[in-house]
């Protein structure tokens, strides 16, 4: 009984470990930020770091919640309403160039086409699309923003050891069915979606990791080449 057990416990382990190590879709689309500089700032809530940051990352990461009342985007990572407004934001950039990775964190059915429509009338006032990334978790409603030509990525679950075992088939059929732009992970989960999705445009956040301590985890995964955009809470490039 005792080796009949440790027997399908093995058997078990060989098929988890297949169903990690294999891929399970080879599709890409066409990658967005194709650039050998793949650090961008995490976290820039306001336009004098964003101004400050350039001189060393093509690109920041924002975190931004739609007032559906207000019609504003407010840029903050949590709380109440500050009045941080993101045209506010974009239009005391310095650098156009910048490349902004908007986390929009309440995308709902309830505001969809008025963010729609407000991200548009910031395009009018002279914002480039191509410059842009809305990120959510909400892939039927990215597909929103995408059909309206903005560049969208999808954000991922965290890799569990036994949720994932069948989540990743949902992703898997987002993709092929909503074709976003890009997938975005927590760097713990690059090796798991990178295998999945071995040729998928991915984009990661390092939260936790230290400037000097883990600059060659960072490093690691930037050789990846499925890997187009990482996020450090760093002061330095050091990648270029």
Not at 137 to 164: A, C, H, T
Not at 171 to 192: E, G, M, T, W
Request: with cysteine; net charge positive; aromatic share 16%.
């Amino acid at each position: 009984m005792y080796k009949k057990i440790i027997s399908c416990i093995v058997v078990l382990v060989l098929l988890y470990l297949l169903f990690y190590l294999i891929p399970i879709y080879k599709g890409n689309s066409i990658a967005i930020f194709n650039n050998y500089q793949k650090l961008w700032a995490h976290r820039v809530l306001n336009f004098n770091d964003a101004n400050n940051k350039f001189s060393n990352f093509k690109g920041v990461e924002i975190d931004v919640f739609f007032e559906i009342e207000k019609k504003v985007f407010d840029v903050r990572h949590h709380g109440e309403y500050k009045g941080n407004t993101l045209l506010d934001f974009l239009n005391n950039i310095n650098n156009k160039e910048l490349f902004l990775w908007i986390d929009l964190k309440n995308l709902n059915y309830e505001n969809v086409l008025a963010i729609r429509n407000r991200l548009n009338e910031l395009i009018d006032n002279g914002v480039s699309k191509a410059h842009l990334l809305i990120e959510s978790r909400n892939i039927e409603l990215l597909e929103v923003l995408q059909n309206e030509g903005f560049y969208v990525s999808y954000w991922l679950p965290d890799f569990n050891l036994f949720k994932s075992t069948y989540e990743v088939f949902k992703v898997k059929n987002d993709l092929i069915k909503y074709k976003p732009n890009a997938i975005s992970c927590s760097y713990h989960n690059v090796d798991f979606y990178s295998r999945k999705f071995p040729k998928y445009n991915l984009h990661c956040w390092t939260n936790g990791l230290e400037e000097g301590r883990d600059n060659l985890q960072v490093v690691k995964i930037s050789l990846r080449d499925n890997v187009k955009v990482i996020l450090v809470d760093f002061e330095n490039n050091f990648i270029k």
